[in-house]
């Protein structure tokens, strides 16, 4: 082959060649135009921004999301850097993230940053960076995706602040609330629940529920979980014994609701609750002060009525019987009065603890109010048992004791029910307990009386009395007799007492014992008494028109006169009106009555002496008062009371006091009055030791006004002549 024709062979197959290298790169080149627009294509239709930048920051590529996101055209995004579109502190961490990618050739997969876009108006971003290289491995640049986080930011902000503001509520109420998986294991608990409990809340999370409260409230909390379980529904209300860390138990109150995953189905249980320690004391301490006496501790009226109920069920379902027993201290009110309400409160703390040290440990006892106590014996085989328990107790309030460093003895009377003979209902039960007390009074003090139908009709002739009473001065049944006092050395009337005499048309004759306390208790002493004060004054200045010598009159005057405030308005009318001499009117007060308030019966008999009139203390040797208290009072006569007077010459003890209070008159240069002179004896022993004057049976009896005027005629004194 020719030379030539190799060359031109050689030649034809390099065209060839070329050709079909040109053939096959413009088909690449057509490839890569095609995949370089579809993934443009790609770049330009997605909604986050696409960027690449050179190492200085600078734009040399993005997509048109990249400049919605900036706010700027792509002819203005071209070369622009990012700290056009950053503040300074942003740009700052911006590089330091950019030198970070660059230095390690880690890609920073989510960044947050803060944009200015074009129009001034802040947004939030979030970009990934990552190196971009060239062939040869060596960077030229950063690449990313970012998108706008802006709403995104302000709903992790919005429910970042709601978290915060409903946990700083949680922690800073006082209410505890925790939050358990269905094992019962917390899983929340807030600062309050850490409080109550004692435990920090590390010591909490994870623990069981079961080991904050008590052992035995673990079936009802359990039971009550398994109902919000299985109905889906919340419990309110409830009330548990709670067990803190150290060992000490509480109470609390919570409401429980079932805690739901997004689906419904419940994984526990969240519930709020409070400590209610204090408020469970307070109630308690309320319902006590509700059921027992606060100065005594003993239960109170409500409390005993619900006891006397149930051993009335009792009794009945077993047919047994048992007794009521009311008690009501003697002459209670006259130690309180003389020595204080202290003193009155430390005797009742006195015989309560010796009413309890007194009876069984089955038997119960409550104070009804003031110096009135009640005791309720059950199981009783007859009354015999019960006059045992009674004697027990009338012995044991009897023993002295010491209040305000004075020594003093105290007695009681107690009334007896019996149940079911004597009644059978508590209100019945008690009412006729108390009648049998009122008759142990009558019958004395210092006794027990059970009930019986007699005490019954006593009490309706107590009502009786008291409804006839009140009609008595206007139907003129009321009356004066008027018993002597005679001077043992001349045997000469000196002066007389008016007695208060009552003659009902359907009643009878109604003795002073019966009605003088029921015009006590009802107040209606007050007009009775102003009527025996005027009577009597007006009846003795009638004996002195009749021509007799005038008298000295004694009236005796009631606790409830001396406290009214008419008192001395009405003593000065009636003398007025009567127009007697006020030295002729001897007014008669008790002992018990005068120390009853020191005080104000000094300011009271202060004003009745400025009248002119004349005091007795009635009764005397029966009350507290000492010969230093009654230089006080100014009176003019001690009256021996007629209990010392009885069994002179016989009683040594008597003789005895009967001696010493005459002696303390004489020292007082008062004159004094024997009560209640019936014998010769008795008349001798007391004109032997210097007593002034008698008053008795031995020389009259009180009489009517006409008799008594004989009676004056007789013993009309002579001048210079003894008896």
Same mark, same amino acid.
């Given at each position: 082959?020719?030379?030539?024709?190799?060359?031109?062979?050689?030649?034809?197959? $390099?065209?060839?060649?070329?050709?079909?290298?040109?053939?096959?790169?413009?088909?690449?080149?057509?490839?890569?135009?095609?995949?370089?627009?579809?993934?443009?294509?790609?770049?330009?239709?997605? &909604?986050?921004?696409?960027?690449?930048?050179?190492?200085?920051?600078?734009?040399?590529?993005?997509?048109?999301?990249?400049?919605?996101?900036?706010?700027?055209?792509?002819?203005?995004?071209?070369? @622009?850097?990012?700290?056009?579109?950053?503040?300074?502190?942003?740009?700052?961490?911006?590089?330091?993230?950019?030198?970070?990618?660059?230095?390690?050739?880690?890609?920073?997969?989510?960044?947050?940053?803060?944009?200015?876009?074009?129009? &001034?108006?802040?947004?939030?971003?979030?970009?990934?960076?990552?190196?971009?290289?060239?062939?040869?491995?060596?960077?030229?640049?950063?690449?990313?995706?970012?998108?706008?986080?802006?709403?995104?930011?302000?709903?992790?902000?919005?429910?970042?602040?709601?978290?915060?503001?409903?946990?700083? =509520?949680?922690?800073?109420?006082?209410?505890?609330?925790?939050?358990?998986?269905?094992?019962?294991?917390?899983?929340?608990?807030?600062?309050?629940?850490?409080?109550?409990?004692?435990?920090?809340?590390?010591?909490?999370?994870?623990?069981?529920?079961?080991?904050?409260?008590?052992?035995?409230?673990?079936?009802?909390?359990?039971?009550?979980?398994?109902?919000?379980?299985?109905?889906?529904? %919340?419990?309110?209300? *409830?009330?548990?014994?709670?067990?803190?860390?150290?060992?000490?138990?509480?109470?609390?109150?919570?409401?429980?609701?079932?805690?739901?995953?997004? $689906?419904?189905?419940?994984?526990?249980?969240?519930?709020?609750?409070?400590?209610?320690?204090?408020?469970?004391?307070?109630?308690?301490?309320?319902?006590?002060?509700?059921?027992?006496?606060?100065?005594?501790?003993?239960?109170?009226?409500?409390?005993?009525?619900?006891?006397?109920?149930?051993?009335?069920?009792?009794?009945?379902?077993?047919?047994?019987?048992?007794?009521?027993?009311?008690?009501?201290?003697?002459?209670?009110?006259?130690?309180?009065?003389?020595?204080?309400?202290?003193?009155?409160?430390?005797?009742?703390?006195?015989?309560?603890?010796?009413?309890?040290?007194?009876?069984?440990?089955?038997?119960?006892?409550?104070r009804l109010g003031g110096d009135e106590f009640i005791i309720l014996i059950e199981e009783v085989d007859d009354a015999s048992h019960v006059a045992t328990v009674a004697h027990k107790i009338l012995n044991s309030v009897l023993k002295p004791?010491?209040? *305000?460093?004075?020594?003093?003895?105290?007695?009681?009377? *107690?009334?007896?029910?019996?149940?079911?003979?004597?009644?059978?209902?508590?209100?019945?039960?008690?009412?006729?307990?108390?009648?049998?007390?009122?008759?142990?009074?009558?019958?004395?003090?210092?006794?027990?009386?059970?009930?019986?139908?007699?005490?019954?009709?006593?009490?309706?002739?107590?009502?009786?009395?008291?409804?006839?009473?009140?009609?008595?001065?206007?139907?003129?049944?009321?009356?004066?007799?008027?018993?002597?006092?005679?001077?043992?050395?001349?045997?000469?009337?000196t002066g007389v007492e008016a007695l208060l005499r009552w003659q009902n048309p359907h009643l009878g004759f109604v003795t002073p014992t019966q009605f003088i306390p029921v015009a006590e208790e009802t107040g209606l002493i007050v007009p009775?008494?102003?009527?025996?004060?005027?009577?009597?004054?007006?009846?003795?200045?009638?004996?002195?028109?009749?021509?007799?010598?005038?008298?000295?009159?004694?009236?005796?005057?009631?606790?409830?006169?001396?406290?009214?405030?008419?008192? =001395?308005?009405?003593?000065?009318?009636?003398?007025?009106?009567?127009?007697?001499?006020?030295?002729?009117?001897?007014?008669? *007060?008790?002992?018990? @009555?005068? @120390?009853?308030?020191?005080?104000? @019966?000094?300011?009271?008999?202060?004003?009745?002496?400025?009248?002119?009139?004349?005091?007795?203390?009635?009764?005397?040797?029966?009350?507290?008062?000492?010969?230093?208290?009654?230089?006080?009072?100014?009176?003019?006569?001690?009256?021996?009371?007629?209990?010392?007077?009885?069994? =002179?010459?016989?009683?040594?003890?008597?003789?005895?006091?009967?001696?010493?209070? =005459?002696?303390?008159?004489?020292?007082?240069?008062?004159?004094?009055?024997?009560?209640?002179?019936?014998?010769?004896?008795?008349?001798?022993?007391?004109?032997?030791?210097?007593?002034?004057?008698?008053?008795?049976?031995?020389?009259?009896?009180?009489?009517?006004?006409?008799?008594?005027?004989?009676?004056?005629?007789?013993?009309? %004194?002579?001048?210079?002549?003894?008896?």
């Open positions: 082959m020719r030379i030539i024709d190799l060359f031109t062979d050689a030649f034809a197959g $390099k065209k060839r060649i070329n050709t079909n290298l040109e053939r096959i790169v413009a088909e690449r080149t057509k490839q890569l135009g095609q995949s370089e627009e579809k993934y443009r294509n790609i770049l330009e239709n997605i &909604n986050d921004g696409y960027y690449e930048v050179d190492l200085s920051g600078n734009f040399t590529f993005f997509n048109d999301s990249m400049c919605v996101l900036l706010g700027y055209s792509r002819e203005e995004m071209i070369g @622009m850097n990012n700290r056009q579109y950053t503040d300074k502190e942003n740009a700052k961490k911006l590089f330091q993230t950019f030198n970070e990618v660059y230095r390690t050739g880690e890609a920073a997969k989510a960044f947050d940053w803060q944009i200015t876009r074009k129009d &001034n108006t802040k947004r939030s971003i979030e970009a990934s960076i990552s190196l971009q290289k060239n062939s040869t491995g060596k960077p030229i640049g950063f690449r990313g995706i970012t998108r706008d986080a802006t709403e995104r930011k302000l709903a992790e902000e919005t429910i970042r602040r709601s978290e915060e503001r409903y946990r700083t =509520i949680l922690d800073e109420m006082e209410d505890a609330y925790f939050e358990v998986d269905v094992a019962g294991n917390y899983t929340f608990v807030n600062d309050s629940c850490c409080r109550h409990l004692g435990y920090s809340r590390d010591e909490l999370i994870g623990t069981t529920f079961r080991g904050s409260i008590v052992k035995e409230e673990f079936e009802k909390i359990y039971k009550v979980f398994g109902n919000i379980y299985i109905t889906g529904k %919340p419990e309110r209300n *409830i009330f548990y014994q709670l067990l803190r860390k150290d060992g000490t138990t509480g109470f609390a109150e919570m409401t429980a609701f079932p805690l739901q995953n997004q $689906k419904g189905e419940i994984i526990g249980f969240r519930g709020v609750g409070r400590d209610v320690t204090e408020r469970k004391r307070m109630e308690d301490e309320i319902k006590y002060q509700g059921t027992h006496d606060a100065l005594t501790g003993l239960s109170n009226r409500l409390m005993f009525g619900q006891i006397l109920n149930h051993a009335i069920q009792s009794a009945k379902r077993f047919t047994r019987q048992f007794a009521v027993l009311f008690i009501d201290l003697d002459r209670f009110k006259t130690i309180n009065d003389t020595l204080g309400h202290e003193a009155g409160d430390q005797l009742l703390l006195e015989i309560s603890v010796r009413l309890k040290q007194t009876l069984r440990a089955t038997d119960f006892i409550a004791m010491t209040i *305000i460093e004075q020594e003093c003895r105290i007695t009681a009377s *107690i009334g007896i029910c019996m149940y079911p003979n004597d009644a059978q209902d508590e209100q019945s039960l008690m009412k006729n307990a108390d009648l049998a007390m009122y008759m142990a009074k009558e019958e004395g003090k210092n006794n027990f009386q059970f009930y019986s139908e007699d005490i019954q009709s006593k009490s309706l002739e107590h009502l009786s009395i008291e409804t006839n009473l009140r009609f008595a001065l206007e139907r003129n049944e009321l009356s004066l007799h008027y018993q002597a006092k005679v001077d043992f050395r001349t045997n000469a009337i009775i008494g102003n009527w025996v004060l005027r009577t009597a004054c007006n009846q003795n200045v009638a004996w002195q028109q009749q021509g007799l010598p005038p008298v000295c009159i004694a009236v005796n005057l009631s606790v409830r006169q001396l406290t009214d405030d008419n008192l =001395i308005d009405d003593i000065s009318k009636a003398l007025q009106d009567s127009g007697m001499e006020p030295h002729l009117l001897e007014l008669e *007060i008790t002992e018990s @009555m005068m @120390m009853r308030n020191p005080d104000r @019966m000094i300011a009271v008999l202060a004003k009745i002496k400025s009248l002119g009139v004349r005091l007795a203390i009635d009764d005397f040797g029966t009350g507290y008062s000492s010969l230093a208290q009654i230089k006080h009072f100014h009176v003019d006569t001690l009256k021996v009371d007629r209990s010392f007077i009885r069994n =002179i010459p016989q009683d040594a003890e008597d003789k005895a006091i009967t001696k010493a209070i =005459i002696s303390m008159g004489k020292t007082l240069s008062l004159t004094v009055v024997a009560e209640g002179v019936e014998t010769l004896d008795q008349l001798n022993f007391l004109k032997n030791h210097s007593c002034d004057e008698m008053q008795g049976y031995y020389f009259s009896k009180p009489i009517a006004p006409e008799q008594f005027a004989d009676l004056l005629r007789e013993h009309v %004194p002579v001048p210079g002549k003894a008896a």
